[in-house]
Every structure is written in structure tokens, then in C-alpha cells.
């Protein structure tokens, strides 16, 4: 196999057809270039050049050879550029983790800022639990997760990045779904069916919901249970039962499901930003620059 230090040895004594012109473009002296190309003709164990006096010429077999070398220097270059490119941050994949509700603002935002920025990065995302994402960044799966807050993980740095707070979503045909100016009281749902997030789908954002009924002193009935925020608004939608949402999927969700404010905002539920402690890939920084901005 032959290195691209040889193929542009050739190409130089190639296309100028004089080795004394051809050692002054590459920057050497003329006996060093006359012995690398005797080299490689040794280990090709062909003839590239006819040699008659102080006249060089290309062999057939030269010319042949010669357009190989050409894509074999040009992929170099390509080579070169790209980690270059990669390096700065312009190019590769970007892979994102995220939980079902943070499919809206800021995260919307955010990424159509990096497409614009950063119009060559292809941007991969995966809907994940807050668990399955921290343990896809340890695995190297996925570069950032948009998740819940949980207990903290070593190897892993969270910032906070969006604050909702919590509304419960009624059926259309509910007595309260009318009156939606109003902030109500959580415990005034004491008495109604509830659809219900099954505890694996997220533990952490689970534990949330169950902290927020348990301030409020009710245990909801939960008659119906969902794994995921949108398959909850579904259930509801379809007249189920009542559940408790982030106010930012409850406005943004389509066809709309009609929710109350709550009273002394009962819950707040966050989002944050995680990567890799001391995370240095470029495409990473960028992202979590442009979502500072954004939020």
C-alpha cells in the first residue's frame, strides 16, 4: 500500500514531467525525490516513467497510475478538512436524548438556532427516560439529555434549564373544563378518576406527581395508566379520567386538551440540560451554548 507522501511525490514529478521543478514545488532537494520515486517503482514493480536524457515522460502504466494517486491525494485533503471541520464544531452528528415533554420550547428554539448555525451537523433524537438517558451519556449512545431532574450521577454534570409548573388536564365534558381563567385547588380532585404514569416510563417525574397529590392530601385514583405525558393527554382527550401535566404539553399539545391552573402553583416540574463531566466534544459545547442563549 502506498502513502499519500509518495502518490504526491509522484503527482509533482507527474504534471511538471522534470524532477528539478517538481522538487522545487514540493520544497526539497532534487536527489531525495529521484530516490523516492525509484522506490516506488521498485515496490510496485513497474515502470512509471520513461527516463531518455533530460527528457521524463509518463509510461501508460504511469498514466493510469497517476489518476489513482490524484483520488488518493484529494481523499487525504477531504480527510484533512473534515477532522478540521470536526474539530471547530461544523460537521458530525449530534445525538439528543429527551424526555416526551420536552418536545417544545425552549428545546424548538434551541434547535432550529443549531440548524442554523450549524447548517452541516446532522442532529439525531431519541425519546428516553430520565434513567435511560443518564445511562445512554455513560455509554457514550448520546451526547446531551433534555430530562427530568434526579439524584445526582456521578460522571454526569445537569444544569437547569426550564421551569413548568404543573396543571391538571380535564375531559372535554368535565364540570371544570369551562371555567378556565380560574386557578382551582388540586384537592378538589380527590373524587375523580385519574389516568396515571406507570411508575418504570420515568421514575423520578413519577415520584414528582406523587409528591405534588400527596401536598395537596389526595391519593389519586389512578383507574388507567399510560407510559408516556402524550399518551396520558390521550387518555384524557378521550374522557378517562383527569391528570396532572406541564403547563408548556398542556398549551402546546394538538387537538387541545382543556386544564386548570393550580392554586399556590402545587407543583413545579423542571427540565435540565446533561452532558458528560467536563464534556470537550466541540458539537457539545456548541449546543449547550446556543440552549444559554436561547432559555
Known amino acids: 500500500m502506498i502513502e499519500v507522501r509518495q502518490a504526491r511525490y509522484f503527482l509533482a514529478v507527474a504534471e511538471t514531467l522534470h524532477f528539478g521543478r517538481a522538487a522545487e514545488r514540493l520544497a526539497m532537494s532534487q536527489p531525495p525525490l529521484s530516490q523516492a520515486i525509484l522506490q516506488l517503482e521498485r515496490r510496485l514493480g513497474v515502470r512509471l516513467f520513461d527516463r531518455s536524457g533530460r527528457q521524463v515522460t509518463l509510461t501508460e502504466t504511469g ?11 484529494a481523499a487525504a485533503r477531504h480527510a484533512e478538512e473534515v477532522a478540521t471541520q470536526a474539530e471547530a464544531g461544523l460537521v458530525g452528528t449530534l445525538r439528543i436524548g429527551v424526555v416526551t415533554s420536552a418536545l417544545s420550547e425552549p428545546l424548538l428554539g434551541t434547535l432550529a438556532a443549531f ?11 431519541t425519546e428516553w427516560d430520565t434513567g ?5 451519556l455513560l455509554r457514550h449512545e448520546i451526547d446531551i439529555a433534555v430530562v427530568r431532574p434526579s439524584a445526582p450521577v456521578r460522571g454526569l454534570r445537569a444544569r437547569p434549564w426550564r421551569h413548568d409548573e404543573f396543571v391538571i388536564a380535564l375531559p372535554p365534558d368535565h364540570p371544570l373544563a369551562a371555567d378556565a381563567p380560574h386557578p382551582v385547588d388540586l384537592a378538589r380532585f380527590a373524587d375523580d378518576p385519574w389516568v396515571w404514569l406507570r411508575r418504570e416510563a420515568s421514575p423520578d417525574y413519577h415520584d414528582q406527581l406523587m409528591a405534588t397529590c400527596r401536598r395537596a392530601g389526595l391519593t389519586p385514583d389512578a383507574r ?4 408516556s405525558i402524550l399518551t396520558q393527554l390521550a387518555m384524557v382527550r378521550c374522557g378517562l379520567g383527569v391528570t396532572l401535566v406541564p403547563n408548556i ?5 394538538e387537538p387541545p386538551v382543556p ?8 407543583g413545579l416540574v423542571e427540565l435540565s440540560l446533561v452532558s458528560r463531566d467536563n464534556a470537550q466534544e466541540p458539537l457539545t459545547r456548541e449546543f449547550l ?3 444559554d442563549k436561547v432559555a
Not at 63 to 73: G, K, N
Not at 249 to 253: C, F
Open 63 to 73: 498514466r493510469a497510475f497517476a489518476a489513482e494517486c490524484r483520488t488518493l491525494v
Open 115 to 125: 440548524r442554523q448555525a450549524r447548517p452541516l451537523v446532522e442532529l439525531r433524537i
Open 132 to 136: 435511560s438517558a443518564q445511562q445512554a
Open 224 to 227: 388507567h395508566h399510560a407510559q
Open 249 to 253: 404539553t398542556a398549551a402546546s399539545t
Open 259 to 266: 386544564y386548570r391552573q393550580l392554586k399556590d402553583r402545587a
Open 289 to 291: 451554548h446556543i440552549a
